[in-house]
């Protein structure tokens, strides 16, 4: 059952039993409940996705599981330990792979394994066997030498994975382990995972925020605020969706509009987009009223589809976490004007840059139409983030010509930055500030003083919903109000161009809605916005992408463009996701036509 999950009556097979479990933290004069009276169970030899929003509680639930964190009340076991008296052994026979894939950067990959396998207390004489079983698996046996920090997003998050499996173990903990890497080393990594519950019987506890990644579990804990709202198969919950979610279709970049016109209607729980129109889920077993969508929708219509799992996830949020009412709104008018008139605000032609005789990016050419949301993508180590750092300025061109607004950037890159905002990976914000005086610094640096800076300042604020959390330390709040501040503080002089470069990497679901409804508003208003993402549902919003491998343009065009071309599956629409997947694999087999 999808219901609230509790451990009475679990047989002693299960792996983990976990009875009124509450933990709370100190954050300045903040208390935090980071979880409250949990209770759950976990079966053995199968994969249980830990699912939950930005701060549900599920990296805390997961360190206590571990030994790492004693829990303030209740009692958790662990393959039949407590996790307080008994955490040696405990993680003796568990393995754990921490958010970030827990490795030594300045350590080989064979360093690497040498001190887990020390910390796991894996004998001498085992190692060989072990370490050629792991390598072979992961594929990393041609890399044993190479430094963890410099090797690719894919390859140290399949090095994580060995590192955790370097001892005996029964039961493995993957803490977010696919954040941050492309679709291709996503399924790789579930590829291993299936092979490790067959060949070794492992037990699996998973937390992720890829929501099509807890359809794969055979189990799943849905968490919220350190509560479980529910705790079942993943199909049982998609069941109590059956009958409220619909399709309705809108051609080319009107979808985008309709998207945003259904998001706001009563009655709409979610509204996204979806291969060739956008997918709703309704509060009832009704469609929206097309006569309520104004006359530009009056003759769509909505047709039925099988619900997923991420439906009754959304539904179930949205009742602790209702949505805004209305959409971000935002001195579109500014924007517009800043975006200049110039109908390509970026060229780049033949670019190329090299650190030292390796190619990070070699001769590639596009151009981006002023007011296009465009998208780059690839897979981790492709020169996408390369790229962008080019684009702002950030870094310089190793040979090719680059214009933005107008500006060419082997020349004026300063002034080019002044039109530009920039969103880094990771956010780049100053931890041991507070989010104010981020605000501060940051809109200073733009050149922002006196009263525009405080006129500024109070609308990142209130726009933002940062009011509350304003005098906190900014290293300290949830991932979600990170990345609301690092957007506050690309558009604090409301710049015409926007770089957003992995914006939503870890970021829960309706963090990433907020996010992209925003972000669709700044293009309505005229901002030229470019963006890298893993998030294939996300690269649907870009009015055009290109697809790069190994510093290389692969394809480019529309994604539904890509898909016709790329992704055709008999009986199935096409997703954007199989056409990356196609492109990377054929490339990487010789085989591509491009």
């Not at 350190?226 to 279709?249: N, W």
């Not at 190329?352 to 002023?370: D, E």
């Not at 890159?413 to 605000?439: P, T, W």
């Amino acid at each position: 059952m999808a219901g609230q999950a509790t451990a009475s009556g679990t047989g002693p097979a299960a792996v983990v039993q976990v009875e009124g479990l509450c933990k709370s933290f100190s954050s300045g004069k903040r208390r935090i409940e980071a979880l409250k009276d949990v209770n759950a169970q976990v079966q053995p030899g199968v994969i249980t996705g830990l699912i939950g929003p930005d701060a549900a509680g599920k990296t805390t639930l997961i360190r206590i599981l571990c030994g790492l964190l004693r829990p303030d009340r209740g009692r958790a076991l662990v393959l039949g330990n407590d996790t307080v008296s008994q955490a040696a052994e405990i993680q003796s026979q568990v393995g754990y792979m921490p958010q970030h894939f827990g490795l030594y950067d300045d350590l080989s990959v064979q360093q690497n394994l040498d001190l887990y396998a020390d910390l796991k207390g894996l004998p001498p004489s085992r190692r060989k066997e072990r370490f050629s079983e792991l390598m072979h698996m992961t594929g990393l046996e041609p890399y044993t030498k190479r430094l963890a920090k410099d090797l690719s997003g894919g390859m140290k998050q399949k090095l994580g994975l060995a590192c955790a499996l370097a001892g005996q173990t029964g039961l493995l903990f993957l803490d977010e382990p696919t954040v941050g890497v492309d679709p291709l080393s996503r399924r790789e990594l579930w590829s291993i995972v299936y092979r490790l519950l067959e060949d070794e019987g492992l037990s699996v506890i998973l937390s992720t925020a890829y929501l099509d990644e807890a359809e794969r579990c055979k189990a799943v804990i849905l968490m919220h605020g350190g509560k479980v709202l529910g705790q079942g198969a993943p199909q049982d919950f998609s069941a109590e969706m059956r009958g409220r979610t619909f399709l309705t279709r809108s051609g080319g970049s009107g979808r985008r509009r309709l998207q945003r016109c259904l998001s706001e209607t009563k009655g709409v729980l979610d509204a996204v987009l979806t291969g060739s129109g956008v997918r709703v889920v309704s509060e009832s077993q009704e469609p929206p009223s097309a006569s309520g969508l104004g006359d530009e929708w009056r003759d769509i219509s909505f047709e039925p589809v099988p619900p997923r799992f991420e439906d009754s996830f959304i539904a179930r949020l949205r009742q602790n976490s209702p949505k805004p009412e209305t959409a971000p709104g935002g001195d579109g008018a500014a924007y517009q004007s800043a975006a200049g008139g110039e109908p390509e605000l970026i060229k780049a032609k033949d670019l190329v840059r090299s650190f030292g005789s390796f190619k990070a990016v070699q001769g590639i050419s596009f151009s981006v139409q002023a007011g296009e949301i465009f998208g780059l993508l690839g897979a981790n180590g492709a020169g996408k983030t390369t790229t962008f750092r080019m684009l702002c300025g950030l870094l310089p061109l190793s040979s090719g010509s680059l214009t933005v607004a107008g500006m060419d950037l082997r020349k004026a890159a300063a002034r080019a930055r002044s039109r530009i905002g920039y969103m880094a990976q990771h956010f780049s914000l100053y931890a041991d500030l507070s989010v104010r005086e981020n605000l501060s610094f940051f809109s200073a640096a733009y050149g922002l003083h006196g009263k525009r800076q405080k006129e500024r300042m109070a609308w990142a604020l209130s726009e933002f919903g940062l009011e509350q959390a304003a005098e906190a330390t900014s290293g300290e709040l949830p991932l979600g109000y990170k990345q609301r501040l690092a957007l506050a503080v690309a558009l604090m002089h409301e710049p015409g161009i926007l770089f957003l470069d992995e914006p939503t990497s870890g970021v829960d679901p309706l963090a990433r809605r907020e996010f992209w409804r925003r972000i669709n508003r700044l293009a309505d208003s005229g901002v030229t916005i470019l963006v890298t993402t893993h998030f294939m549902e996300e690269a649907e919003y870009c009015d055009r992408l290109i697809i790069m491998e190994r510093g290389r343009i692969l394809a480019g065009g529309t994604p539904s463009g890509l898909k016709q071309r790329f992704a055709a599956q008999k009986g199935r629409e096409p997703s954007l996701e199989q056409a990356f997947i196609t492109l990377i694999e054929r490339h990487r087999e010789g085989r591509d036509e491009q």
